[in-house]
């Protein structure tokens, strides 16, 4: 185990990305008094009330799904740390980034709104429409990055965004560009290989505008030392300072995020129980396919039982 204060590493906290969410998402959450609090003061913020954006139209855009995401990420990670279960270590993918450094203490919650909310407005201006995300299942990150170079090009794009698992890699860029990669990924023997449901060439270079916007709003924003390990996206490795967190939230946009890297370095660092965020179970399925001896269990109302006492069991094991 590894010491992080007066405290070891034993229980990460990881916040899924967009994709994961889903209809009546925010209506679903743990029946806790800290999830009701975190949503009102969501809604506050935003002079509207959060719940109402996860409807199955509304959660198509980007701006709504983001927020929708964030809120979810945020109030059960109140909620659980409301029940004595203290994250030592965070991770968060893509948006989820924002929940982990709010949950880590590094950003105010109003501030998380503030950056979440400018990301996703620019993101769906600065590409509306013929560009996205695709995912490859069954080649490694060097089979993909082959096929991408031999196809990108200036007037239609197409770079290796997301490295989620060793053979599950998201592709971001043009989409007629992206088509060919799949095509080429398939003849190559790639197990899947299809476009994903997000409008936006997330984690490449077309989104450093973006990227630009954020660093200078994040420079003007009081920010904390992080209160536990967070581990960031483009280059998956333990940050233990407010400034290294936020330059992995300006940047996570245009570079690719190594989340395999990052889950793998959670468990370096001792961490044995995975709780995901809401909604969905994805990165608790990439955790179990990929760590050996680290448990993950998706936080769904159902299962806060069994959540409390698995983690009375490693606090023990401790």
């Not at 927020?67 to 740390?81: I, N, P, Q, S």
């Not at 299942?137 to 060097?142: R, T």
């Amino acid at each position: 185990m590894v010491e992080y204060g007066d405290r070891l590493v034993s229980v990460a906290f990881i916040f899924p990305g967009q994709g994961s969410q889903a209809p009546g998402m925010l209506h679903h959450l743990l029946d806790h008094p800290a999830v009701v609090r975190t949503l009102d003061e969501i809604s506050d913020v935003l002079h509207s009330d959060v719940r109402s954006i996860d409807t199955e139209q509304d959660l198509e855009f980007t701006l709504d799904a983001q927020l929708a995401l964030f809120a979810a990420g945020v109030a059960t990670a109140r909620a659980l740390m409301g029940q004595n279960i203290y994250p030592a270590a965070v991770s968060g993918l893509s948006v989820g980034a924002f929940a982990a450094a709010v949950t880590a203490g590094v950003l105010q919650l109003r501030d998380g709104i503030e950056l979440v909310s400018l990301r996703a407005r620019q993101m769906a201006n600065l590409f509306p429409t013929g560009y996205g995300l695709s995912a490859i299942v069954g080649l490694d990150e060097c089979q993909v990055t082959k096929i991408v170079q031999a196809t990108t090009t200036e007037r239609a794009p197409v770079f290796v965004g997301n490295i989620n698992a060793p053979r599950q890699i998201v592709i971001a860029g043009a989409n007629v560009a992206m088509d060919r990669v799949l095509k080429e990924a398939r003849r190559q023997g790639a197990s899947k290989a299809v476009r994903l449901h997000v409008s936006v060439p997330s984690h490449c270079p077309l989104l450093q505008p973006v990227a630009d916007l954020l660093a200078r709003r994040i420079s003007a924003m009081s920010l904390s030392p992080p209160q536990a390990v967070y581990v960031g996206n483009v280059n998956g490795r333990p940050l233990r300072t407010k400034e290294l967190v936020a330059n992995d939230l300006v940047n996570n946009i245009a570079h690719g995020v190594r989340w395999n890297d990052a889950t793998t370095v959670l468990q370096e660092l001792g961490c044995n129980l995975f709780l995901e965020m809401p909604p969905g179970h994805t990165l608790s399925d990439l955790a179990r396919q990929n760590l050996r001896g680290v448990r993950s269990i998706p936080v769904e109302a159902s299962v806060l039982p069994r959540i409390l006492r698995v983690a009375q069991q490693e606090e023990a094991n401790t």
